[in-house]
């Protein structure tokens, strides 16, 4: 997940030292007040740092603006952005949850030894980290909000300084302007909705033992194991012999797509690793909808692989891919990180 990785890094671009004096900087949503030997950047670097944000994010819409002190802003340099990424449900079903995973997310980048505080305020939360190191300070603020189109918009000051001083003006004075903004405890999707990073399948965890999935697939009140071995491919029946697949007749969680007649579950040390979802309506139905959810994709032959998170780790879901094509029966298979690596 690319979310604040697009807060670009405030690099050395080359500049020139005789720019304009710059006294604040500002995107929309977000002012922060400069004090006195800042200038502004020329518009090489904003274009070259435009560039840079589109690179890291390119999901993700930017606005971006910033000042630096001397030649290649050796003595401090200080940016404002501001990122929208559309379909924030993907990162979790209420807004506190999509909350959640960013800052998960970035306290697992950030140094250990960093200072980071997370902070609910004008309607959003606002994560601030501070790092030092004997060259110089790196601090940034970063509000949160998730409007009522279901944007996840970001809005943040990053200042790089060898003083430490430096940075404390900028930080001090930023101010976010108010904009329409959901409460923490709004629902955004359904449990049913197509599963989004970090989560498991309509109920199903990756990395469950194969008790456990039968279990819940019986608690469901769904059959277990129903194959019919007359026209099952040999592979299958090892497989079960050897304890790595199971099969149930539905889902725990009703999936918002339509009707399920069988799921097929795939396990690598008895540890959940891929599942199959056999669904009663047309691939050609169910291919847009993924398109939306998941824009990164490989199309091969009869099928589309859709990246659901390239971060992903161990028991995370990686991917997901569409078997069938037209009017053919829609077969989704997900895939965790671990069950992606090569064999």
Not at 48 to 66: F, T, Y
Not at 176 to 194: F, I, Q, R
Not at 213 to 225: M, Q, T
Not at 233 to 252: H, N, Q, Y
């Amino acid at each position: 997940m690319k979310l604040l990785h697009s807060v670009v890094m405030l690099q050395g671009l080359g500049c020139q030292w005789w720019s304009t004096p710059a006294a604040e900087i500002s995107v929309p949503g977000l002012v922060a007040q400069l004090p006195a030997g800042f200038v502004e950047l020329s518009s090489s670097e904003r274009q070259e740092r435009q560039a840079l944000a589109e690179a890291v994010a390119p999901l993700q819409v930017h606005v971006l603006d910033g000042a630096r002190r001397g030649p290649r802003g050796a003595a401090g340099r200080v940016q404002v952005q501001r990122s929208v990424e559309a379909s924030a449900p993907r990162y979790g079903r209420t807004v506190a949850e999509v909350w959640d995973t960013v800052e998960a997310t970035l306290r697992a980048q950030t140094d250990e030894a960093a200072v980071f505080e997370a902070t609910e305020r004008d309607g959003g939360r606002e994560l601030c980290m501070r790092s030092m190191s004997p060259e110089a300070v790196d601090q940034t603020c970063a509000l949160l909000i998730v409007d009522p189109d279901h944007n996840l918009v970001v809005r943040a000051i990053t200042c790089q300084a060898p003083d430490p001083a430096i940075c404390d003006g900028p930080l001090a004075s930023r101010v976010y302007a108010a904009e329409p903004a959901l409460p923490a405890n709004t629902v955004l999707e359904s449990e049913g909705a197509l599963p989004r990073a970090g989560s498991g399948v309509w109920g199903v965890a990756f990395g469950s033992s194969r008790k456990a999935f039968r279990s819940a697939c019986l608690e469901a009140g769904h059959a277990v194991d129903a194959y019919d071995w007359s026209v099952e491919p040999e592979v299958v029946r090892e497989w079960f012999d050897a304890g790595r697949t199971s099969k149930c007749g539905g889902l725990p969680v009703t999936a918002d797509l339509g009707p399920v007649h069988a799921v097929s579950a795939v396990f690598e040390a008895d540890r959940l690793t891929g599942l199959t979802v056999f669904f009663d309506l047309p691939a050609e139905t169910v291919a847009p909808l993924l398109t939306d959810r998941y824009p990164v994709s490989v199309e091969g032959s009869g099928q589309i692989l859709h990246v659901v998170d390239p971060e992903a780790f161990e028991d995370q879901l990686q991917s997901v891919t569409l078997f069938g094509m037209g009017a053919e029966p829609a077969r989704l298979t997900f895939l965790s990180e671990r069950g992606s690596r090569p064999r």
